[in-house]
């Protein structure tokens, strides 16, 4: 029994680094067998014996293709793709260890999806994790919609808003990552190309959380912006406002205003962009919260965050408005 339950630990251990580590999704250069969808849209784990995840290998070895790509050819037809329907499902037996730490950061599982808004970039994975294991024990299908998520359980449902173009769609999450602290989750390739997130390889976005056992207690979607010149509209788009979200930095949070101004001025002289401490009150406390941005892009993001480290600040949290 205790041999057992080593080997379940250890498996455990496996998959909750089997999800995606943040990640960017290449668009494809090369064909490869391994990469193609066949007739039926099958993961390549059901294509034949071929195709063996061995769970026992590295990270580094564990994976048949060296670095991510997505499908060759004309772009997927995600018309002819069905978003999953919210139902209730029991937990997963495996990815729902919490906490759990992966690359040194530490996350502790959310003890229900009900109530969970977020907005943060998203980033999607393709043809070098299609047919693997997912942290769920799953096989990953990039041409389902599905999802990875760092804190919300194991399978859960979300509908994500890409805030540029108003796009959305349902997706299943069961897998988790990304292990990249500027990204919020990571799509499935079917998923980005229905939003917009491809070919691009990130976006911003709005993750709601569909709570199948209490489907009226979910709050009204957040507006996503008016769409740039020559980019098509959603069918069926949440309310548009007239700005455009944007990407900011926040890299600390005083209730002392000296110190909340001390950084900003430290920040301001690296030249890391427009820097804002922003005053509000929370459990009837006044905290200035120093932040900068807005930035335009992910990449612009990564790159500012990258600086804000080596400054020997701790690494900054995502927030898009």
């Not at 729902?96 to 690359?103: E, F, H, I």
């Not at 930035?295 to 990564?302: Q, S, T, V």
């Amino acid at each position: 029994m205790r041999r057992l339950q080593g080997a379940l630990l250890w498996v455990a251990t496996v998959l909750l680094l089997a999800g995606c580590a943040g990640h960017k999704t290449r668009p494809s250069h090369t064909g490869s067998a391994s990469g193609t969808r066949g007739t039926s849209g099958a993961s390549r784990a059901h294509a034949g014996d071929t195709f063996h995840d061995d769970l026992s290998k590295g990270q580094d070895s564990r994976y048949r293709d060296r670095s991510d790509s997505v499908p060759t050819g004309n772009p997927l037809d995600v018309s002819k793709l069905v978003e999953p329907t919210p139902h209730w499902e029991p937990r997963s037996a495996y990815g729902n260890k919490s906490p759990y730490t992966v690359l040194g950061h530490t996350y502790r599982v959310l003890p229900s999806a009900r109530g969970y808004v977020e907005r943060g970039i998203a980033s999607f994975y393709g043809n070098k994790f299609h047919g693997y294991k997912t942290s769920s024990l799953e096989n990953y299908d990039m041409y389902q919609f599905s999802a990875a998520h760092k804190t919300l359980p194991l399978p859960s449902y979300a509908r994500v808003t890409n805030l540029t173009n108003g796009k959305s769609v349902i997706v299943r999450i069961n897998d988790r990552g990304p292990f990249h602290s500027n990204r919020l989750i990571d799509l499935s390739y079917a998923a980005a190309v229905k939003i917009g997130i491809w070919p691009a390889g990130t976006g911003m976005v709005e993750v709601r959380a569909i709570d199948p056992s209490h489907p009226d207690d979910a709050p009204p979607p957040v507006a996503a912006a008016t769409p740039p010149a020559g980019e098509p509209r959603a069918a069926n788009p949440v309310p548009v406002p007239g700005a455009s979200p944007a990407i900011y930095l926040q890299v600390g949070a005083f209730s002392d205003a000296t110190n909340a101004e001390r950084l900003a001025q430290r920040l301001r002289a690296a030249n890391l962009g427009q820097v804002q401490v922003l005053q509000l009150q929370s459990n009837g406390q006044s905290i200035r919260r120093v932040r900068v941005g807005p930035l335009p892009d992910a990449e612009r993001a990564d790159e500012v965050a990258r600086r804000i480290e080596a400054m020997g600040l701790p690494a900054p949290q995502v927030a898009v408005d």
